[in-house]
């Protein structure tokens, strides 16, 4: 790790929609790229349901935000973790998920997939392995 | 311990704004910095003027103004946050054309920044929300 740089982790544990943590959360991912730190992003309980491919809010009349997570790779995020357990207790498995993706610049900018799904277990090793978490 | 407070609830419904107020209280009686108490989601609800809640309760943004002035603290309040939710200062109100302001003393409206800023300087962020 390099002088000044430290590992953030954004914690995102509720659904896209029904309340606003979701989208604020994301403005500080956005905003928070700009200081150039080790980004990791989690994802858990509830908050699994905003990686679920195929938003439709037309009849909500509010801002489908979904694109936001499909440009995360523009803003440097590399790594998603999705907890298993939340997604296994949701009937939710990786296939129901967009894909995100990230070009890697140590390896000719080739598309990799940003999501990693992990165990309740590993997120926990992941958290205690970060110097500043953000929870919303 | 260089510390980081975020308070993500307003005032009253959820108790996340009283008890990041007392950890602030414990943790400068025990000789702690407060780097700065960043205010975002409805916490920006703290920082207005304008509450009048009843007289044999606490007064949550006063209580936060008075700390403020005592240890000179820095309480920033989320600009994206308090221009959704309506909490202005006379220059916000000036530049979006409004007919007034509501900022409690003590409380300054900034960007993101400085919550990630804080995360960087401070030793710890805490965070208290619902």
């Given at each position: 790790?390099?002088?000044?740089?430290?590992?953030?982790?954004?914690?995102?544990?509720?659904?896209?929609?029904?309340?606003?943590?979701?989208?604020?959360?994301?403005?500080?991912?956005?905003?928070?790229?700009?200081?150039?730190?080790?980004?990791?992003?989690?994802?858990?309980?509830?908050?699994?349901?905003?990686?679920?491919?195929?938003?439709?809010?037309?009849?909500?009349?509010?801002?489908?935000?979904?694109?936001?997570?499909?440009?995360?790779?523009?803003?440097?995020?590399?790594?998603?973790?999705?907890?298993?357990?939340?997604?296994?207790?949701?009937?939710?498995?990786?296939?129901?998920?967009?894909?995100?993706?990230?070009?890697?610049?140590?390896?000719?900018?080739?598309?990799?997939?940003?999501?990693?799904?992990?165990?309740?277990?590993?997120?926990?090793?992941?958290?205690?392995?970060?110097?500043?978490?953000?929870?919303? | 311990?260089?510390?980081?407070?975020?308070?993500?609830?307003?005032?009253?419904?959820?108790?996340?704004?009283?008890t990041a107020y007392?950890?602030?209280?414990?943790?400068?009686?025990?000789?702690?910095?407060?780097?700065?108490?960043?205010?975002?989601?409805?916490?920006?609800?703290?920082?207005?003027?304008?509450?009048?809640?009843?007289?044999?309760?606490?007064?949550?943004?006063?209580?936060?103004?008075?700390?403020?002035?005592?240890?000179?603290?820095?309480?920033?309040?989320?600009?994206?946050?308090?221009?959704?939710?309506?909490?202005?200062?006379?220059?916000?109100?000036?530049?979006?054309?409004?007919?007034?302001?509501?900022?409690?003393?003590?409380?300054?409206?900034?960007?993101?920044?400085?919550?990630?800023e804080a995360g960087?300087?401070?030793?710890?962020?805490?965070?208290?929300?619902?």
């Amino acid at each position: 790790m390099s002088e000044g740089v430290k590992k953030f982790l954004y914690v995102n544990r509720k659904a896209p929609h029904g309340t606003i943590y979701a989208l604020e959360a994301l403005e500080v991912v956005l905003i928070g790229a700009a200081f150039e730190q080790d980004v990791e992003l989690a994802f858990l309980d509830d908050g699994v349901f905003q990686l679920v491919k195929g938003w439709d809010t037309s009849d909500l009349g509010s801002k489908n935000f979904a694109p936001t997570y499909m440009a995360l790779g523009d803003f440097e995020v590399t790594k998603v973790f999705v907890e298993k357990e939340s997604l296994d207790e949701r009937g939710l498995t990786a296939d129901d998920l967009m894909e995100l993706m990230y070009e890697d610049e140590d390896d000719d900018w080739a598309e990799k997939p940003s999501i990693r799904i992990v165990s309740r277990e590993e997120m926990a090793r992941i958290m205690a392995a970060n110097d500043v978490i953000l929870s919303f | 311990m260089k510390l980081g407070i975020v308070v993500n609830e307003g005032p009253y419904t959820h108790e996340a704004s009283d008890t990041a107020y007392n950890f602030a209280v414990a943790a400068l009686e025990k000789g702690h910095e407060i780097y700065r108490i960043f205010f975002y989601h409805d916490g920006v609800n703290n920082a207005t003027r304008l509450t009048v809640p009843p007289q044999d309760d606490r007064n949550i943004q006063q209580k936060w103004t008075e700390l403020q002035e005592k240890h000179d603290l820095d309480l920033v309040v989320c600009i994206a946050a308090a221009q959704r939710r309506g909490i202005l200062d006379e220059n916000e109100m000036k530049r979006q054309g409004k007919d007034a302001y509501n900022i409690a003393p003590g409380f300054r409206i900034s960007g993101l920044g400085q919550l990630i800023e804080a995360g960087i300087q401070c030793d710890r962020l805490v965070t208290f929300g619902d």
